[in-house]
């Protein structure tokens, strides 16, 4: 079992839809969690991170993150042609002094208009 | 504001030859500097990382090497590339105090034919 599962999609929606990304994970030390996009061809950019649980908010972008269930998720508003690209989940333990990041495979997310 | 460079960005080598891939940071002193590799559909696999001049630790046993011979230079090498070496190779830094975010350059994609 991989350490860190994300559905790899492909995911289609019509802009303006609600967007949930998603990853499960099994190793309960993780406690530091980002997301990353990745368009085609080009190096992934760090979008959101939070510690431990609970909710972010960043304009239209959300990660929310249930260390009871081991799960964590991105909720993308309003979604636009713009936001297609591959999501990257990424976690760490922390207290991990080279800070190396589990990341999962990612979501090829495509936003139609 | 730091800024992270890869080159080339492109590569086509012939299997057997050698490799060198070159990351510079700028805007950051003494960074964790990381290699990555990202096959086609695939999620990130570390290769090398360095947490400081010299330091080098491997992931993956393989045909590859790294050196780091200045604070923001990070070198990735091979004396006789694979066609498994084939792939989208991503150099990242991250502060590696107290924080476990990673920033990452460009890519290179590397085609061994």
């Known amino acids: 079992q991989k350490e860190v599962e994300q559905d790899p999609g492909p995911l289609s929606v019509p802009e303006g839809a609600i967007v949930s990304l998603n990853c499960t994970y099994s190793?309960?030390?993780?406690?530091?969690f980002m997301w990353y996009r990745q368009y085609s061809r080009k190096g992934p950019e760090l979008l959101m991170y939070?510690?431990?649980?609970g909710n972010k908010e960043d304009g239209r972008f959300t990660a929310q993150v249930d260390k009871s269930s081991k799960y964590i998720s991105l909720f993308i508003r309003d979604s636009q042609p713009s936001d297609s690209a591959t999501y990257l989940c990424?976690?760490?333990?922390?207290?991990?002094?080279?800070?190396?990041?589990?990341f999962g495979q990612g979501t090829i997310l495509t936003v139609h208009p | 504001s730091q800024t992270i460079h890869q080159w080339p960005a492109t590569l086509v080598q012939p299997v057997g030859s050698p490799l060198s891939l070159e990351c510079t940071v700028e805007?950051?002193?003494?960074?964790?500097l990381y290699w990555y590799r990202q096959a086609a559909g695939r999620g990130l696999q570390l290769l090398f990382y360095?947490?400081?001049?010299?330091?080098i630790s491997s992931e993956v046993p393989q045909n590859l090497s790294a050196s780091r011979p200045q604070d923001r230079q990070f070198i990735l090498s091979s004396k006789k590339l694979l066609l498994s070496d084939s792939g989208f190779y991503l150099c990242?830094?991250?502060?590696?105090?107290?924080?476990?975010?990673?920033?990452f350059g460009p890519g290179t994609r590397l085609t061994v034919t």
């Open positions: 190793n309960s030390a993780f406690q530091y």
């Open positions: 990424a976690m760490s333990v922390v207290a991990s002094r080279y800070g190396k990041l589990t």
């Open positions: 805007g950051t002193s003494n960074p964790n």
């Open positions: 939070t510690y431990s649980s």
């Open positions: 990242a830094w991250g502060t590696g105090q107290g924080s476990y975010e990673q920033y």
């Open positions: 360095s947490v400081g001049i010299g330091q």
